[in-house]
């Protein structure tokens, strides 16, 4: 059992390590790549794209025939 809980903390450390002995440079570089993908994934999707089916349909079942009659194409 214990065996199991070693890989996992092995990856955890290197990667740990591996960012604390990072260079200053590496690190802007790395905080600017998750600012972009907190911009992308969140600010992004809450403006440009709503959430089409909870405010056109009031059911799940409403929700899920609208699907299937988009994915078969049947009217």
Do not use: C, H
């Not at 200053?24 to 999707?45: A, D």
């Not at 959430?51 to 409403?62: A, H, M, P, V």
């Amino acid at each position: 059992m214990a065996r199991l809980f070693s890989a996992p903390a092995r990856v955890v450390r290197f990667y740990y390590d591996g960012f604390r002995t990072m260079s200053w440079w590496g690190k802007r570089v790395w905080i600017i790549i998750l600012i972009k993908l907190f911009i992308m994934f969140l600010i992004l999707r809450l403006f440009f794209f709503p959430d089409f089916l909870k405010t056109n349909f009031s059911s799940d079942g409403e929700r899920g025939d609208y699907v299937l009659e988009q994915l078969t194409g049947n009217s």
